[in-house]
């Protein structure tokens, strides 16, 4: 709390302001003298703060073979898993910009596909829906599409030279 001090000019409405609200008889039989003012303790309360803003990101993973189930999906250090059909969501997300990552788990969907991370900016309070599709991993799909074709091609020729 802090002192005020009013000045004589405001005391001054605020006399008349107390009196205007009172049927004079009243004020003649109660008030004897006038009331000092000048010296009112305040109390400056601060206004609340606004409500928080929220968004909810909700998307689904899909890649080569269709929906990526067990992904794991990354806003900003909150983590969690696509379901069956590749699903995820994230409720209560502030107003912010973020770093989305998705992982793929299982072995087959890390053979067949990179890990990605992208910028997310989330400016309005609403559902944002994401359709992402991970990368296709041609280096590792290269890798194995060789191996059966030089696996045969060895066997082909051991046959033709006798080994």
């Known amino acids: 709390m802090s002192d005020v001090t009013i000045s004589s000019e405001w005391k001054r409405l605020l006399d008349i302001a107390f009196y205007a609200y009172k049927p004079y008889s009243i004020i003649e039989k109660q008030v004897k003298r006038p009331i000092d003012i000048t010296n009112i303790q305040i109390e400056v309360v601060p206004p609340p703060p606004p409500p928080e803003e929220y968004a909810i990101v909700t998307g689904r993973v899909s890649g080569l073979l269709g929906p990526i189930r067990g992904a794991e999906v990354t806003l900003n250090g909150r983590t969690t898993r696509t379901d069956p059909t590749g699903s995820f969501t994230f409720s209560k997300v502030k107003l912010d910009t973020y770093t989305l990552s998705i992982v ?39 890798a194995l599409s060789t191996i059966p074709v030089g696996v045969v091609t060895l066997f082909a020729l051991s046959r033709q030279e006798g080994w």
């Open 104 to 142: 793929p788990t299982s072995i087959l969907d890390k053979i067949l596909h990179s890990s990605i991370s992208q910028t997310l900016a989330i400016y309005e309070t609403k559902t944002y829906t994401l359709d992402i599709r991970l990368p296709i991993n041609w280096l590792y799909i290269g």
